[in-house]
C-alpha cells in the first residue's frame, strides 16, 4: 500500500458516504469512484468494514474485529479500493462501532462471546462485555426460549449433541442446542449431558422465556436491542484487540480517517477518543455521531474534527420552514386530535420507553443505587431513577467519577433534577441524594464502586431513553409537519426565528469546529432532505395544507383509520411523490408499528395496518380525492419545491465545515428505503452530460449540478472554505437568507418564496456586500457592488440560489 507519511492527498473537503454489504462490495465502490471524483468529493466515507452477521446491510452489527468482512471482498478488496481513491488523490473513512458486538445464533460466530459463555465471569473475555454477573449468579441470560423452560424441556426442544465441522469454535465440542440456536456446554459440566436438567443449571448461561426478559437479560444493550451486547471498550487490552485491524489498516496507509458511532454508549466518550487519538497518524480526521439537541454544543475537549452532522441539518431545516403558515399547519394538527403539546407526547413516549423497553438497564440502575444507598426503599429509588430518565433533554451529560465537570457538561443533569423535583415532590429525599451521587459519585457512601458505576450507567442510559422516547416513538406519533421530525431537530420549527439559530449554529461551528460534517441525508434519517423540501414546500400553501388535512381526515373515516395517521400518510405521498406500493407499504408498516398506539412489532394488529394500506392505496389512486389534492398542491408549488431543495443544499454545501453526500439521493424514505441500489453508472453519464451540456432537464440534474459546481469549487477557493474561514451573516431582509465566508464568497437564497411572492415580490431589497467585482460562480453573471450593496432582483435574476464570489477570487484560486 501507499506510505502514508508520503503519500499526496487532496485537502479534506468533502465525503461521499457509501454502504458496503455483500451486495454493494469494495469492488463495487472502487468502480463508482470515477463519479465520486468527478462530483468533486475528496474522501470516500465507508460504512462499517470489519466482520458482520451474515447478510447484514449496514455492517454495525459486528462479530469478528480480526478481520474485514469476507461478503465485502475482505482486506484485499478494501485495499485496492483504498489504493484506487488514492491513485485519483482521495481520502477513505471507514466508519467504527465501538460500543457493541453482535449475539445472534448461532453464538459460535462471536468468538469472544463464545468463550465466555464456556467459561463464564472468570474467563480472561468475560471483562470484554458489559455484564452484571452478580444479578443471576455469576450466568449471562438468555431470554430466546418461545415458553418457559419446564415446557420447552418437557417439549423435546432442547437437546445436548455435538458441534459440526462448519461451526467454528463449537466443532467436536459439546453443544445444547435449541432450534436455531447453539450454546456451549461449560468446561467441566461435560458429565452432566445424560442429565439435561442438571446440565442447564450448571452452565455460565441461563436459558429464559423472551416474555420475561426484563428479569433475564443481565448485559448492556444497543438501545433495546437483544442481539447487540455492550463492549467494554473503555478496558485498554479491549480496545487494543477491538481495534487492531482497524488501526492496522491505518497505518499500513488504507484507511486515513475515522466516524465514531454511539460515542453516547460508552463508559467515557472522551476518555475513548483521547484513547483512540493516541494510537493515530498526525492529522487523521475523526468524527463523532453525536447528537445534539437544540442549543448543545459538543464537549470541547473531545478529541475530534467534530459531528457527523445531524445539528447542521437541523439548523438547515429550521431556516427552511415558512413562519407564516405556522398556524395552519398547527391548526391541521390540532384538527385531527392527535396530541397538540409535543412536550406532553415526549414525555409520555420516554416514559414508556424506560418503563417497557429498557427494563433491564432501569434495574441494574435501580440494583446499584440500593448498594449505594442500602437505607433507601427500593421502590422509591426506580420511582425517582424514572424521573431522572425521562427529565434529561439532552441524550447524555459527560460526568466522569472522581473529576469535577466543566459546568456546561453537567448542566443538562442538573436541569434534570430540579424538573424532577418539580414534579415529584414526594421524592424529594431520594431525588437529592441520587442527584448528588450522579454528579459527585466519589463522596461518601457505603459502596463508593457502586455510585461510581451508577454515575457512568446513568449516562449510558439516558441516550437509549432519548432514542427511543423520541426518535422512535414521538416522531412516529407527532404528526404536525413531519418534515420536522428528524434527529436533533425540532418538530415546532417555525415558531421562533430559526435564521438566528441557523446563523448563530454556524458562526459557533466556524470558531470550534470547522472541520465537523455537515449533512441534509444519512442512512438514519428518517426522511431524505428532497422529501422533506416538497413536504415545507406545500406547508407554506395554507390553502392547500388545509384543503389536503380535511380530504386526508375523511378518507381516513372511510377505512376507519384514525386521523393522526392519515395525516402522516398524505404528508408522506406529498414528500415521496408516486412512490412503488411495495416501498409504501413497508414505510407505513414500520411506521405505525414504531408508534406503538394500535399495533406493534411485539403484537402487531395485521387488521389496522391493512386499513392503514388501504388508505394509503386510495390516497395514490387516481380516482381519488387526497389523489387529486395532493397532486395539485404539488403542481401549484413546483417552483417553491424547487427553490427549496436548492436553497438547502446550497447553504449545506458552504456552511462551515466538510459536507457530506449520502449515496442514496432523491426521494427516500427511512431505511430500508434510503439503502436501495444506486445506479452509479447513470449518475456518471449524468454528470459528464452535464459538463459538457450545462444545461438541466429537471430538478434531480440541477441538484447534481449544483452540487459538482460547489464541491469542486470548496477545493479552488480554501481562503472562503478551509477551516480558517469565518462565517458572517448578511442581513437582508426576510425573505433573503445569506452568509458570506472568508469574505470573499456569498451564498445567497430566496426564503420563503411563496410568502415573497404573497408581499409582492423582492421590490428594492438590498444585499448588503462588500463593495467590489462579484461573480456568481453557478452562473458566471457579474456582479458591480457599491457601498449601497446589491439589488436582489439582479441576484436572483436567474434563479433562487447565488453563490458571489469576488472575480478576483474566483480566477485567481488559492492564496
Known amino acids: 500500500m501507499t506510505n502514508p507519511d508520503t503519500a499526496e492527498r487532496r485537502p479534506l473537503t468533502a465525503t461521499y458516504r457509501m454502504q458496503l454489504h455483500a451486495g454493494f462490495t469494495c469492488d463495487d465502490a472502487l468502480a463508482a469512484l470515477p463519479y465520486v471524483e468527478e462530483l468533486g468529493v475528496s474522501h470516500v466515507y465507508l460504512s462499517p468494514v470489519l466482520t458482520a452477521v451474515p447478510g447484514s446491510e449496514h455492517g454495525y452489527d459486528v462479530l469478528d474485529h480480526s478481520q474485514v468482512n469476507p461478503e465485502i471482498g475482505g482486506r484485499p478488496a478494501l485495499e485496492r479500493l483504498a489504493a484506487a481513491a488514492h491513485a485519483r488523490g482521495m481520502g477513505v473513512v471507514v466508519d467504527i462501532v465501538p460500543n457493541h ?11 469472544p462471546l463464545w468463550q465466555v459463555l464456556r467459561e463464564g465471569p472468570t474467563s480472561g473475555r468475560a471483562h470484554w462485555f458489559d455484564v452484571d454477573w452478580e444479578h443471576l449468579g455469576g450466568r449471562f441470560g438468555i431470554p430466546v426460549l418461545g415458553q418457559p423452560l419446564e415446557d420447552a424441556l418437557a417439549a423435546g426442544e432442547i437437546e445436548v449433541g455435538s458441534g459440526r465441522e462448519d461451526e467454528g469454535p463449537a466443532a467436536g465440542q459439546p453443544v445444547v442446542r435449541y432450534f436455531e440456536h447453539v450454546l456451549p456446554v461449560g468446561t467441566g459440566t461435560e458429565h452432566l449431558t445424560d442429565d439435561l436438567p442438571a446440565l442447564l443449571e450448571a452452565q455460565h448461561w441461563l436459558l429464559g422465556h423472551w416474555q ?15 442481539g447487540l451486547v455492550g463492549v467494554r471498550v473503555e478496558e485498554a487490552d479491549v480496545f487494543e484487540e477491538t481495534h487492531a485491524e482497524l488501526l492496522s489498516l491505518h497505518h499500513d496507509g488504507v484507511v486515513d480517517g475515522f466516524r465514531i458511532d454511539h460515542p453516547d454508549g460508552l463508559a467515557d466518550p472522551g476518555g475513548y477518543l483521547a484513547m483512540l487519538r493516541a494510537h493515530l497518524r498526525p492529522g487523521a480526521p475523526v468524527w463523532v455521531e453525536k447528537i445534539l439537541e437544540g442549543a448543545e454544543r459538543l464537549p470541547s475537549a473531545w478529541a475530534c474534527e467534530g459531528t457527523t452532522g445531524y445539528d447542521a441539518n437541523a439548523a438547515v431545516l429550521g431556516a427552511l420552514v415558512d413562519p407564516t403558515t405556522a398556524d395552519v399547519v398547527s391548526t391541521a394538527w390540532f384538527a385531527t386530535g392527535g396530541e397538540p403539546d409535543l412536550d406532553v407526547e415526549v414525555e409520555r413516549c420516554k416514559r414508556q420507553a424506560v418503563d417497557a423497553l429498557l427494563q433491564p438497564e432501569v434495574t441494574r440502575l435501580v440494583r446499584r443505587a440500593k448498594e449505594a444507598l442500602p437505607h433507601a426503599d427500593e421502590h422509591r429509588l426506580r420511582a425517582a431513577l424514572t424521573e431522572l430518565l425521562v427529565d434529561v433533554h439532552v441524550y447524555r451529560a459527560y460526568i466522569r467519577p472522581g473529576e469535577i465537570p466543566e459546568p456546561a457538561l453537567e448542566q443538562p443533569l442538573l436541569d434534570a433534577i430540579e424538573r424532577a423535583r418539580a414534579t415529584r415532590p414526594d421524592l424529594e429525599g431520594e431525588l437529592v441524594e441520587l442527584g448528588q451521587l450522579l454528579r459527585r459519585p466519589d463522596v461518601s457512601v457505603v459502596d463508593a464502586a457502586a455510585a461510581a458505576d451508577l454515575c457512568v450507567r446513568f449516562q449510558q442510559t439516558t441516550g437509549p431513553v432519548m432514542a427511543k422516547g423520541i426518535e422512535d416513538t414521538a416522531f412516529y406519533r407527532w404528526h404536525r409537519l413531519v418534515a420536522l421530525n428528524e434527529v436533533g431537530a425540532d418538530p415546532r420549527a417555525g415558531e421562533a426565528p430559526e435564521v438566528t439559530t441557523l446563523h448563530t449554529w ?28 416538497r413536504i415545507l414546500a406545500v406547508a407554506g400553501d395554507a390553502e392547500a395544507w388545509r384543503s389536503l388535512s380535511a380530504a386526508g381526515a375523511a378518507a381516513a373515516q372511510r377505512h376507519g383509520v384514525d386521523a393522526p395517521t392519515a395525516h402522516l400518510v398524505w404528508q408522506t405521498l406529498v414528500g415521496a411523490g408516486r412512490v412503488e406500493p411495495h416501498r409504501l407499504h413497508a414505510y407505513l408498516t414500520k411506521a405505525v408499528r414504531e408508534a406503538k398506539l394500535h399495533t406493534t412489532w411485539v403484537e402487531p394488529d395485521e387488521d389496522y395496518e391493512a386499513r392503514v394500506l388501504s388508505l394509503a392505496d386510495e390516497m395514490v389512486s387516481h380516482e381519488g380525492e387526497v389523489s387529486a389534492a395532493i397532486a395539485e398542491a404539488v403542481r401549484d408549488n413546483e417552483q417553491t419545491i424547487r427553490t427549496l431543495t436548492l436553497t438547502q443544499k446550497l447553504v449545506q454545501l458552504t456552511l462551515p465545515g466538510v459536507p457530506d453526500t449520502y449515496q442514496a439521493a432523491g426521494l427516500a424514505l427511512v431505511d430500508p428505503d434510503n439503502r436501495r441500489p444506486v445506479d452509479y453508472e447513470e449518475r456518471l453519464e449524468r454528470l459528464r452530460r452535464l459538463d459538457a451540456e450545462g444545461r438541466p432537464h429537471d430538478l434531480a440534474d440541477e441538484v447534481l449540478w449544483l452540487r459538482s459546481r460547489v464541491l469542486r469549487l470548496r477545493s479552488w477557493l480554501p481562503q472562503a472554505y478551509g477551516p480558517g474561514a469565518d462565517y458572517q451573516p448578511v442581513e437582508a431582509g426576510p425573505h433573503v437568507l445569506g452568509f458570506l465566508r472568508g469574505g470573499v464568497a456569498a451564498t445567497l437564497t430566496i426564503r420563503a418564496p411563496r410568502a415573497l411572492g404573497a408581499a409582492g415580490g423582492l421590490g428594492g431589497t438590498r444585499v448588503p456586500l462588500p463593495a467590489g467585482h462579484w461573480r456568481d460562480a453557478l452562473t458566471g453573471t457579474d456582479h458591480h457592488v457599491d457601498e449601497e450593496g446589491v439589488l436582489a432582483v439582479d441576484v436572483f435574476a436567474a434563479g433562487p440560489v447565488a453563490l458571489l464570489v469576488t472575480a478576483r477570487d474566483l480566477e485567481e484560486g488559492p492564496r
Not at 458486538?101 to 468468538?111: C, D, G, I, K, T
Not at 420475561?212 to 437483544?226: I, M, W
Request: aromatic share 12%.
Open 101 to 111: 458486538m453482535a449475539l445472534v445464533s448461532p453464538f459460535w460466530r462471536n468468538a
Open 212 to 226: 420475561d426478559a426484563a428479569d433475564v437479560l443481565n448485559y448492556r444493550r444497543f438501545f433495546e436491542v437483544d
Open 506 to 533: 454556524a458562526v459557533h461551528q466556524a470558531r470550534h469546529w470547522p472541520l465537523g460534517l455537515t449533512t441534509l441525508s444519512t442512512h438514519d434519517t428518517k426522511r431524505s432532505e428532497d422529501v422533506r423540501a
